[in-house]
């Protein structure tokens, strides 16, 4: 079973940069996918970003551009570097990993805090 630790989260103020680190704590064998989403209170949890195993990215279309995601295959971490942040960019920001399985099972993180101040 997968354990996610998230780190990096905080406040800014828009136009700066943050970065946020999942640590897995397993071996990454059987990782389909990794990725952050984000939710703001009574919201819907929505995707931010994700990078496969083959390392096919993709990104919501509200972060295209400024936030970029990484995985460290040797650490079996992922990164995300938010730049150019905006007020509008404030959430709890979530790590998930997809794990090959029939089913495939998902793990998630415990949630970071990003406070973007106008």
């Known amino acids: 079973q997968e354990q996610l630790v998230e780190s990096g989260g905080g406040l800014v103020q828009a136009g700066e940069s943050l970065t946020l680190s999942c640590a897995a704590s397993?071996?990454?064998?059987?990782?389909?996918?990794m990725g952050w989403y984000r939710q703001a209170p009574r919201n819907q949890r929505e995707l931010v970003a994700f990078?496969?195993?083959?390392?096919?990215?993709n990104y919501a279309e509200t972060v295209r551009g400024r936030f970029t995601i990484s995985r460290d295959h040797a650490e079996n971490t992922v990164t995300l570097q938010m730049n150019s942040l905006k007020p509008e960019d404030t959430d709890v920001y979530y790590c998930k990993t997809v794990v090959a399985g029939n089913p495939s099972r998902d793990y998630w993180g415990q949630g970071s805090q990003v406070t973007v101040s106008s």
């Open positions: 397993g071996s990454g064998f059987g990782i389909i996918a």
């Open positions: 990078i496969t195993a083959g390392g096919i990215k």
